[in-house]
């Protein structure tokens, strides 16, 4: 039996025709991949609710839930979203083609199905989805506090320092700490930003210098892939001389290490980090962590510095 800690991925394979399955789940196999395997869309659902794949095969001619069906119904789902999907077709019409894409598949396996170019799509989409992800642990876990930003100034994406960072930039300026995708950018970090791109249009640069947007505040721009999309990069270079943690304990009645655990997430700084700073385990300063979120009455990290900055 192989080794389940050694395998290259899991494949889940949903298909209705006995021979599909055989043939896929025999290649893979001896690709060295775990399958799975559903003989239609509502059987694929339920048991990815128990085992996740890193990849599936679906068909799109299916009894029942069609395989259209299933893929829109994995990406509405925040738990699935992010599992690549490539469709397994014998059609050839460019409609089908077009609505497979709109569901969000990534790919496309034309019937019959050809064992060496299935492995060499699966081998390149969970290379491309393992690096995205690798960079999205780093952005999360790094204390990296960033957002991207369309043409317009509206937020489409923000890591959980950047969102730390926004929530004590939005309590300064009276506004609401609260941020949905596709919001603009809050005050004046939104006029910064337009005459930024007034600027661009006559210069051609890419990026900018630092700029301090309010005091205590600052925020520079890098070039994104994208042509109508923008990194904001966001830091707080005065932000270690502004925290009276005698004050903030009297005030929020935290313990003096509650009050150095809050500091220091206003800071960006992930669980990990904290303890190692502190020479604590991650798991005590979640401990803590949950306790300030009582006592605040919160239940984000975002929330607990607002409401630190509401009350002065």
Known sequence: ?????????????????????????????????????????????????YVKPDIILLDVMMPGIDGFETCGRLKADPATAAIPVLFMTGLSELDDL????????????????????????????????????????LLTEGGFAAMSVDSGGRMNWLTP??????????????????????????????????????QNRRSGADESAEHAVLPGFAVSISACGHPDEYLLLLRRPDGNAEWDLQTLR????????????LMWIARGKTNKEIGIILDSSPRTV????????????????????????ERG
């Open 286 to 309: 979640n401990k803590h962590l949950e306790h300030i979120f009582e006592k605040l009455g919160v239940s984000t990290r975002a929330a607990a510095v607002a409401m630190v900055l």
């Open 161 to 198: 320092a950047g969102e730390a960072w926004l929530a004590d930039f939005n309590a300064r300026q009276d506004l609401q700490a609260a941020w949905r995708l596709k919001d603009p950018l809050p005050g004046k970090l939104l006029y910064w930003f337009q005459e930024w791109q007034q």
């Open 250 to 261: 009297g005030k929020l009645k935290l313990t003096p290490r509650e009050a150095e655990i």
């Open 98 to 137: 077009l609505r497979g894409f709109g569901e969000g598949a990534l790919d496309y396996i034309v019937k019959p199905i050809r064992p060496a170019e299935v492995l060499a799509r699966i081998e390149v989409h969970l290379s491309q989805t393992r690096n995205l992800r690798r960079a999205e642990q």
């Open 1 to 49: 039996m192989m080794d389940s800690s050694a395998h290259n991925g899991t494949v889940l394979i949903v298909d209705d025709t006995p021979g599909n399955l055989a043939l896929l789940s025999d290649t893979l196999s001896e690709a060295n991949y775990r399958v799975l395997v559903a003989i239609d869309g509502s059987a694929a659902l339920e048991q990815i609710q």
